[in-house]
């Protein structure tokens, strides 16, 4: 399933907004150069001019441009930033828990050379001007490039679409109710159709409000001992099978976020199978945690859709495997911590994700050997293909997105901080290993470890 | 916190300081110094009568000093959050707090919020575990050992934090558990605190130990039951259901006539009354445990407690 928007193949890809900055200059010396998409795999030279990969070569060989700076990346692997297509960045209105500018630079620390805000925010992004206005802060603050979804309906109540085909000219890059369902299969069968006008991605959070109820954790053994109400696996696999259904009717292009249950992962392949124009993507908390790391009743740990058993996981991970999965993706939803610190069935719903992402799925995936490497490091990078955007890659020519990242580092979750404005991680204390020490993204120097600089013999080349 | 938290010997060795105490509460003055000095303090986020009075009565006969606060017309109306709660009540020193709450987790969130020792009395539809200790000490008082009884609980095991902690309680100490409901009102998985199911009452009769759980009537808003007249039809304990042999418990308070038949509430069978009088030698039990036992064991042994400080050891009956 290539993903791509058949009926609005004449739309050109939406844009990113990030701040202006200096197209970077440097060469990076005997990095594992890893692209699983051009099959690079390797110790490599990789030199970036004026923002742009300009050559790739065997380990010593490029010459460093006099006004590049140069830098020892041997013992690092350099990978195409990672891209996320699910971030809540708070903005308008809750710019206490974060915003663009804190959101990105979190983004830029986890390894991430863009994202895809979600528009459930207050207000909502449902109109051209608070899609502009969010545009131009990008552009003003974002450390890497971010793209802005609209919503699907109007305030997302989920009854009047919105001006679907404005927000589309306005440089919106998808739509999506995300935080809630399009309850009504009618709106979304509209909504569907008029795809055919506006182009764009629907994304969709599956949910059935009626079967979900007051449930604030996966319904099975944990939340039968602990009494609090299950959100049962079904809730999101009949929307998935409803809307895919939809779907492949319409002949639209639907994306699936955060699947959580393995019957889930079923209904997508089925309707692949079917040739249905749908693609998904998966959390590293649901990749990683379970419902049995909910038995504390730890906050951070309160999500939807909720972290549900291990053969639910199980199912998560071999799909993304499989493919059944197209990329990963954070739901990076950061909280206020007086919102946290309250009983698990009033706490708000949501982790913090952009800072542990490729450490948590290194550690508890890579390491144990579940999963290749190049498999996950293709999934985090996929999700801008899926959007219709460029995907970042190891390739001559291409605007520098590339992640440098140390895969024998480990460090606890939280002691050095969060660059997000929140604190909410699922991983809190967890000792995770390997950490990103650059990330170029846009072409620029979005972030740089502190201790790089200093363990690294980063060598300034004269001016 | 839970019952979890507790090993049969644990479970035993309060019983048995229960059973001490009781001999107290024979008495003319029915009051020992253990706790003389000490305060304990209840904060009640939901309505609760014999369970806040039960441990108002424990307190006061270990000589304790005894605050109660209520969530209603105290700042908790007014908008304070849990956590500021307990650190302004912890600015008055209790030793322990005794906390009940609609939420799960409450107890372990004021125990981690506050240097006193904390007793679970209900958080949510999690726990109740010195419901289950009461029951547990009154069962044992009435049939002696606990080993191998089959235990029946019926009723609306979804929203009942009794229902929870008495599974765990009762297979603790040995008992085969089985409970019984309206499909709608058992919890999917509840199989995993290692009970059995039952949609129906037909095997009642192999019960030795029939435990009905309250029925209540806000359920009926969710629809979990097309109306409490079938309820009753299928799920009441009567005189025809309940056999001579069997004893018969409830939580309280009881629906007359929904879950309970007024002819078993009545009868000999019936050990409700009893119940309500374990719940204050049992709690004193719990408070002595926690505060006046220091040094016999780990303090986080009882009821998964952070007690603080090691405790003045004093012995029941006897001033120091």
């Known amino acids: 399933m290539s993903g791509r928007l058949d009926g609005a193949g004449s739309r050109p890809a939406a844009e990113l907004d990030a701040r202006a900055a200096p197209g970077a200059t440097l060469l990076m010396r005997g990095a594992h150069l890893l692209d699983p998409r051009t099959g690079l795999d390797g110790p490599g030279d990789l030199l970036v001019r004026d923002g ?88 003003a603050e974002a450390h890497v490039p971010v793209g802005f979804l609209a919503a699907i309906t109007r305030d997302q109540a989920g009854t009047e679409l919105t001006e679907m085909a404005d927000l589309a000219d306005a440089g919106a890059v998808a739509f999506t109710d995300d935080g809630l369902p399009v309850r009504s299969a009618g709106v979304l069968r509209m909504a569907l159709q008029y795809q055919r006008l506006a182009g764009l991605p629907i994304a969709l959070h599956e949910e059935d409000p009626e079967l979900s109820g007051a449930g604030a954790m996966h319904e099975g053994a944990v939340s039968a001992l602990l009494g609090v109400a299950g959100i049962p696996s079904i809730s999101e696999s ?43 993507e998966a959390t590293p908390h649901h990749l990683v945690l379970i419902d049995e790391d909910v038995r504390t009743l730890d906050t951070t740990r309160k999500m939807n859709p909720p972290l549900r058993a291990d053969a639910d996981r199980r199912a998560l991970v071999e799909g993304l495997r499989s493919g059944a999965i197209d990329c990963v993706a954070t739901d990076h939803a950061p909280h206020a911590r007086e919102e946290k610190e309250e009983p698990f069935e009033l706490a708000p719903m949501g982790t913090i994700g952009l800072e542990t992402a490729f450490a948590a799925l290194h550690t508890e995936l890579v390491l144990p050997g579940v999963l290749p490497l190049g498999v996950v490091v293709e999934r985090m990078t996929a999700g801008a293909d899926l959007f219709g955007l460029p995907a970042p890659a190891l390739r001559v020519g291409t605007e520098a997105s590339v992640s440098l990242v140390d895969l024998s580092a480990s460090w606890i979750v939280g002691e050095p901080g969060y660059q997000s404005r929140s604190e909410n991680s699922c991983f809190a204390s967890r000792r995770l290993t390997g950490a990103v020490r650059l990330t170029l993204a846009g072409g620029a120097v979005a972030w740089r470890t502190p201790a790089l600089a200093e363990s690294l013999a980063l060598a300034e080349s004269p001016a | 916190m839970s019952v979890e938290d507790l090993t049969r010997a644990d479970i035993e060795r309060i019983l048995d300081r229960a059973q001490s105490f009781a001999e107290v509460s024979g008495r003319a003055i029915k009051k020992v110094p253990a706790l003389r000095g000490r305060t304990v303090l209840n904060l009640f986020y939901e309505a609760s009568t014999r369970t806040s009075s039960s441990f108002e009565l424990a307190a006061k006969r270990l000589s304790a000093d005894f605050v109660s606060v209520r969530a209603q017309g105290s700042a908790v109306d007014k908008g304070e959050s849990l956590k500021d709660t307990v650190r302004t009540l912890s600015a008055y020193d209790p030793a322990l707090v005794v906390i009940r709450s609609p939420w799960a987790g409450a107890a372990e969130l004021v125990a981690r919020w506050a240097p006193a020792a904390v007793v679970n009395a209900g958080d949510g539809k999690r726990e109740h575990p010195t419901q289950a200790l009461l029951d547990l ?8 050992a606990l080993d191998g009884l089959k235990v029946w609980i019926v009723g609306d095991v979804l929203h009942s934090r009794v229902a929870r902690s008495n599974v765990l309680a009762f297979r603790r100490m040995g008992c085969e558990v089985t409970v019984a409901g309206p499909p709608t009102l058992v919890p999917r998985e509840i199989e995993s605190l290692g009970c059995r199911v039952r949609a129906s009452l037909d095997e009642l009769a192999e019960a030795d130990v029939v435990y009905a759980l309250r029925m209540q009537r806000e359920r009926m808003e969710g629809a979990f039951v097309p109306s409490l007249r079938e309820y009753a039809a299928r799920y009441q304990i009567d005189g025809r259901r309940l056999s001579p042999q ?75």
Do not use: C
């Open chain 1, 52 to 139: 742009r990969i300009a050559e790739l070569g065997a380990p010593g060989s490029l010459e460093a441009p006099p006004e590049a700076e140069e830098l020892d990346a041997t013992g690092l692997h350099a990978f195409p930033a990672f891209f996320d297509p699910h971030v809540h960045l708070r903005m308008p209105g809750r710019e206490d828990e974060e915003d663009v500018e804190s959101g990105t630079r979190a983004a830029a620390a986890g390894g991430f050379g863009g994202i895809l805000a979600m528009p459930n925010t207050d207000p909502v992004v449902d109109t051209a001007p608070v899609l502009r206005s969010l545009r131009e802060r990008a552009r």
């Open chain 1, 238 to 280: 009949t929307m998935v099978a409803r809307d895919a259904a939809l779907a492949g009717y319409e002949g639209g292009r639907v994306h699936v976020q955060h699947l959580s249950a393995r019957e889930s992962v079923e209904a997508v392949e089925r309707a692949k199978a079917a040739g249905v124009a749908i693609t998904a």
């Open chain 2, 137 to 144: 000490y009154t069962l044992w008082q009435r049939v002696g």
């Open chain 2, 246 to 320: 069997q004893v018969l418990m409830h939580p309280g308070p009881v629906n007359r006539g929904v879950e309970l038949s007024a002819e078993v509430i009545d009868s000999p069978q019936a050990l409700i009354a009893q119940q309500v009088e374990a719940g204050v030698v049992v709690r004193m039990a719990v408070l002595y445990e926690l505060l006046a036992s220091g040094g016999q064991q780990e303090p986080a042994a009882g009821l998964g407690l952070q007690a603080p400080v090691p405790a003045v050891v004093e012995v029941a009956g006897q001033s120091a």
